[in-house]
């Protein structure tokens, strides 16, 4: 199995700029697509980009397109989610999931049921 481990997080401005970045000990990562996910306090988990095992296709859930980009580096094990204009209200936490399939990105689970691997999260926040 896969253990994924987030980094990246910080504080950020509005309209601010922050590049995440997801290690994986255990099993090598290019065995999995992965996923971005990202938590609000009080809330359920959100899905907001996935990457095919293969790397060729990616998807995007709508309120981010344009603006975050989820790309993968199978040599060094790593997962990145760039992020740009971002609007932080409250703390987020981010997450990297990880899932065994090889199915195009555009079918990739939007929910947290369809990922078996999960870290711990980085944290976001708002600068003032």
């Known amino acids: 199995q896969v253990q994924p481990v987030e980094s990246g997080g910080g504080m950020v401005q509005t309209g601010g700029s922050l590049r995440l970045s997801c290690a994986a000990s255990g099993r090598t990562s290019s065995n999995y697509a992965r996923a971005w996910f990202r938590q609000v306090p009080g809330k359920e988990r959100e899905f907001l980009a996935a990457?095919?095992?293969?790397?060729?296709?990616?998807y995007y859930r709508d309120s981010v397109k344009g603006r975050f980009t989820i790309s993968r580096d199978d040599a060094k094990n790593t997962v990145s989610l760039q992020m740009n204009s971002l609007n932080p209200q409250v703390t987020v936490v981010y997450f990297c999931p990880a899932s065994p399939t090889s199915v195009p990105a555009s079918s990739l689970p939007r929910s947290t049921r369809g990922y078996d691997y999960w870290g711990q999260g980085t944290h976001v926040a708002a600068s003032s």
């Open positions: 990457i095919s095992l293969s790397g060729a296709s990616t």
